[in-house]
Protein backbone atom coordinates (compact mmCIF):
# COMPACT_ATOMS: atom_id res chain seq x y z
CA UNK A 1 0.00 0.00 0.00
CA UNK A 2 1.71 3.52 -0.84
CA UNK A 3 0.06 7.07 -0.43
CA UNK A 4 0.20 9.70 -1.99
CA UNK A 5 -0.12 13.36 -1.15
CA UNK A 6 -0.37 16.41 -2.24
CA UNK A 7 -1.43 20.28 -1.91
CA UNK A 8 0.88 21.53 0.84
CA UNK A 9 2.49 24.84 0.11
CA UNK A 10 2.99 28.16 1.46
CA UNK A 11 0.08 30.23 2.64
CA UNK A 12 -0.22 33.74 4.71
CA UNK A 13 -2.46 33.49 7.72
CA UNK A 14 -5.94 33.38 7.35
CA UNK A 15 -5.52 31.58 3.99
CA UNK A 16 -6.40 28.12 2.95
CA UNK A 17 -4.49 24.79 1.57
CA UNK A 18 -6.56 21.81 0.90
CA UNK A 19 -4.33 18.31 1.31
CA UNK A 20 -5.33 15.52 -0.25
CA UNK A 21 -4.25 11.70 -0.02
CA UNK A 22 -4.54 8.47 -1.97
CA UNK A 23 -3.85 5.51 -1.24
CA UNK A 24 -3.02 2.99 -3.49
CA UNK A 25 -2.23 -0.98 -3.73
CA UNK A 26 -4.14 -4.21 -2.33
CA UNK A 27 -6.57 -2.78 0.13
CA UNK A 28 -8.49 -5.29 1.73
CA UNK A 29 -10.12 -2.99 4.39
CA UNK A 30 -9.52 0.28 5.64
CA UNK A 31 -11.01 1.36 9.47
CA UNK A 32 -9.47 4.63 9.03
CA UNK A 33 -7.87 7.60 7.54
CA UNK A 34 -6.39 10.76 8.34
CA UNK A 35 -3.68 13.07 9.11
CA UNK A 36 -0.69 13.49 11.53
CA UNK A 37 1.38 17.09 11.61
CA UNK A 38 5.09 16.93 13.07
CA UNK A 39 6.51 21.05 13.83
CA UNK A 40 9.85 21.73 14.05
CA UNK A 41 11.11 20.67 17.54
CA UNK A 42 7.54 19.35 18.46
CA UNK A 43 6.12 15.82 18.97
CA UNK A 44 3.94 14.13 15.79
CA UNK A 45 0.26 15.26 16.58
CA UNK A 46 -3.13 14.33 15.65
CA UNK A 47 -5.02 16.71 13.03
CA UNK A 48 -8.16 14.81 11.95
CA UNK A 49 -8.88 11.52 11.13
CA UNK A 50 -12.14 9.78 9.65
CA UNK A 51 -13.58 6.19 9.34
CA UNK A 52 -15.47 4.45 6.80
CA UNK A 53 -18.51 5.31 8.13
CA UNK A 54 -17.85 9.01 8.37
CA UNK A 55 -17.32 9.28 11.69
CA UNK A 56 -14.85 12.19 12.42
CA UNK A 57 -12.18 13.44 15.00
CA UNK A 58 -10.06 16.72 14.84
CA UNK A 59 -7.45 17.77 17.79
CA UNK A 60 -9.23 20.56 19.30
CA UNK A 61 -7.18 23.37 17.95
CA UNK A 62 -8.39 22.74 14.28
CA UNK A 63 -11.91 21.37 14.67
CA UNK A 64 -13.52 24.90 14.21
CA UNK A 65 -11.08 25.86 10.90
CA UNK A 66 -10.58 22.17 9.41
CA UNK A 67 -12.91 20.24 7.66
CA UNK A 68 -11.75 16.35 6.74
CA UNK A 69 -13.67 14.53 4.00
CA UNK A 70 -12.95 11.27 2.34
CA UNK A 71 -13.81 9.38 -1.43
CA UNK A 72 -14.42 5.71 -0.13
CA UNK A 73 -14.61 4.61 -3.29
CA UNK A 74 -11.06 6.13 -4.47
CA UNK A 75 -9.48 5.45 -1.26
CA UNK A 76 -8.74 9.10 -0.93
CA UNK A 77 -9.21 11.35 2.21
CA UNK A 78 -9.14 15.22 1.73
CA UNK A 79 -8.06 18.28 4.42
CA UNK A 80 -9.70 21.32 3.75
CA UNK A 81 -7.82 23.84 6.45
CA UNK A 82 -9.17 27.31 6.45
CA UNK A 83 -8.18 30.23 8.83
CA UNK A 84 -4.37 29.11 8.81
CA UNK A 85 -2.07 30.13 11.61
CA UNK A 86 1.79 30.46 11.35
CA UNK A 87 1.56 27.79 14.11
CA UNK A 88 -0.34 25.36 11.82
CA UNK A 89 3.07 25.29 9.72
CA UNK A 90 4.20 21.34 10.17
CA UNK A 91 4.94 18.57 8.12
CA UNK A 92 1.48 17.08 7.39
CA UNK A 93 1.26 13.38 7.00
CA UNK A 94 -1.45 11.04 6.07
CA UNK A 95 -2.06 7.52 7.43
CA UNK A 96 -3.97 4.75 6.48
CA UNK A 97 -5.27 2.68 9.36
CA UNK A 98 -6.70 -0.97 8.32
CA UNK A 99 -8.93 -3.36 9.62
CA UNK A 100 -5.66 -5.64 10.24
CA UNK A 101 -2.28 -4.84 10.46
CA UNK A 102 -0.24 -1.84 10.85
CA UNK A 103 -0.29 1.55 9.52
CA UNK A 104 0.74 2.96 6.55
CA UNK A 105 1.95 6.41 6.24
CA UNK A 106 2.67 9.16 3.25
CA UNK A 107 5.87 10.60 2.90
CA UNK A 108 4.50 14.35 4.09
CA UNK A 109 3.85 17.26 2.75
CA UNK A 110 4.75 20.52 4.17
CA UNK A 111 2.70 22.89 4.80
CA UNK A 112 3.68 26.74 5.99
CA UNK A 113 2.00 29.83 7.14
CA UNK A 114 3.93 33.09 6.81
CA UNK A 115 3.65 36.70 7.04
Known amino acids: VQLEESGGGLVQPGGSLRLSCAASGTISSINAMGWYRQAPGKERELVAS???????NYADSVKDRFNISRDNAKNTVYLQMNSLRPENTAVYYC??????????WGKGTLVTVYS
Open 95 to 104: FLDPEVGLWY
Open 50 to 56: ITTGGGR
